[in-house]
């Protein structure tokens, strides 16, 4: 069916529940745009993310804090923190040094995007494998054949290998999306019998297999066991054992962190690893977001701008003022 966006209400297709992607959504809601979210996990978020493992603890196993420089996502996060999603995260630090106020969500990362996502439609569990074009308008295929027609504007906050493909009839997409690297990063997620003896609640290794760790309960009302613990691996070595079995990244990754930390490891109650292959921007896009000719297809996420929350939001926001202007004016 052809779409004449002078005499029907403009359709917004938006794959991603990420921050980027959310944020994107209630902007354009905000505009009374109609827009609907895919998203192929079970619940919103993306890195943004909390999980219960066996036993009952759960663990902020991606991003671990955000910050914020800009006024408009100081502005968020403010808001976010009278709801109560969020609250400033002061943990003791392995090693004294200054930074930006780290702010999380409460009680866990998830919370941050509940408040913007409530009164969004969002179609979760279902992957977008495939668009085509039909008309004016743009049909998406998920991975289990359903067919969802017919949107105006098709908007990937995927990560752009993901986006690669769904756009893979765009060259000029196409190239600057191969243009952006990202890094992978494995997360153990481990509960101990007993304490782990260190003097820290937070610390960031400069060299060595383990990156970070981090203790859950010191996060403002995480509760929980007060011996959990979320452990990232480096970049590079994230890399080099890409394709192990989350039992295997498991296992390693508790040898790695007993050296990292230089004494044997308590007994553990449960250990559960998560592979997040595309972690972080390594090669930022350098904007906003990517367009195609007729602005009928976007892409964005924190790979535009860096690495951080804040970058996704702000390519979020991009896009959806992008969007407007072009349906306001076609």
Same mark, same amino acid.
């Given at each position: 069916?052809?779409?004449?966006?002078?005499?029907?209400?403009?359709?917004?297709?938006?794959?991603?529940? $990420?921050?980027?992607?959310?944020? /994107?959504?209630?902007?354009?809601?905000?505009?009374?745009?109609?827009?609907?979210? *895919?998203?192929?996990?079970?619940?919103? $978020?993306?890195?943004?993310?909390?999980?219960?493992?066996?036993? $009952?603890?759960?663990?902020?196993?991606?991003?671990?804090?955000?910050?914020?420089?800009?006024?408009?996502?100081?502005?968020?996060?403010?808001?976010?923190?009278?709801?109560?999603?969020?609250?400033?995260?002061?943990?003791?630090?392995?090693?004294?040094?200054?930074?930006?106020?780290?702010?999380?969500?409460?009680?866990?990362?998830?919370?941050?995007?509940?408040?913007?996502?409530?009164?969004?439609?969002?179609?979760?569990?279902?992957?977008?494998?495939?668009?085509?074009?039909?008309?004016?308008?743009?049909?998406?295929?998920?991975?289990?054949?359903?067919?969802?027609?017919?949107?105006?504007?098709?908007?990937?906050?995927?990560?752009?290998?993901?986006?690669?493909?769904? *756009?893979?009839?765009?060259?000029?997409?196409?190239?600057?999306?191969?243009?952006?690297?990202?890094?992978? /990063?494995?997360?153990?997620?481990?509960?101990?019998?007993?304490?782990?003896?260190?003097?820290?609640?937070?610390?960031?290794?400069?060299?060595?297999?383990?990156?970070? &760790?981090?203790?859950?309960?010191?996060?403002?009302?995480?509760?929980?066991?007060?011996?959990?613990?979320?452990?990232?691996?480096?970049?590079?070595?994230?890399?080099?054992?890409?394709?192990?079995?989350?039992?295997?990244?498991?296992?390693?990754?508790?040898?790695? &962190?007993?050296?990292?930390?230089?004494?044997?490891?308590?007994?553990?109650?449960?250990?559960?690893?998560?592979?997040?292959?595309?972690?972080?921007?390594?090669?930022?896009?350098?904007?906003?977001?990517?367009?195609?000719?007729?602005?009928?297809?976007?892409?964005?996420?924190?790979?535009?701008?860096?690495?951080?929350?804040?970058?996704?939001?702000?390519?979020?926001?991009?896009?959806?003022?992008?969007?407007?202007?072009?349906?306001?004016?076609?």
């Amino acid at each position: 069916m052809q779409h004449d966006l002078n005499t029907h209400s403009p359709q917004i297709a938006i794959i991603g529940a $990420g921050m980027a992607g959310i944020s /994107c959504a209630h902007a354009l809601q905000q505009r009374d745009f109609a827009v609907t979210l *895919f998203d192929k996990s079970r619940g919103i $978020g993306g890195r943004l993310a909390t999980r219960r493992i066996e036993g $009952g603890d759960s663990f902020d196993h991606g991003a671990q804090y955000i910050t914020t420089r800009s006024a408009d996502f100081s502005a968020l996060i403010d808001r976010l923190r009278h709801d109560g999603a969020a609250d400033e995260w002061q943990p003791r630090l392995g090693i004294d040094a200054a930074h930006h106020p780290w702010f999380v969500g409460t009680p866990g990362m998830s919370a941050l995007l509940k408040p913007l996502a409530e009164k969004l439609e969002i179609r979760l569990s279902t992957t977008v494998s495939t668009l085509e074009r039909s008309g004016n308008a743009w049909q998406l295929q998920t991975a289990d054949g359903a067919l969802f027609e017919s949107f105006d504007v098709v908007i990937s906050t995927a990560p752009p290998v993901q986006t690669r493909a769904l *756009f893979a009839d765009d060259a000029l997409m196409q190239t600057s999306l191969d243009a952006v690297r990202m890094a992978p /990063c494995w997360t153990l997620m481990i509960t101990f019998a007993a304490p782990l003896d260190v003097d820290f609640d937070a610390r960031r290794f400069d060299t060595g297999a383990i990156s970070w &760790l981090a203790r859950q309960a010191s996060r403002p009302e995480h509760g929980g066991n007060l011996h959990a613990w979320v452990v990232h691996a480096g970049a590079e070595w994230s890399a080099e054992h890409l394709e192990l079995t989350p039992e295997q990244a498991a296992g390693a990754m508790q040898r790695e &962190l007993a050296r990292a930390v230089g004494q044997a490891l308590p007994d553990t109650i449960a250990a559960q690893a998560h592979r997040w292959r595309y972690a972080m921007t390594t090669q930022a896009l350098g904007q906003p977001f990517l367009t195609n000719t007729d602005r009928s297809l976007f892409a964005g996420g924190d790979w535009c701008l860096g690495a951080s929350v804040e970058c996704a939001y702000q390519s979020g926001a991009a896009i959806a003022e992008a969007v407007s202007k072009r349906l306001r004016t076609d």
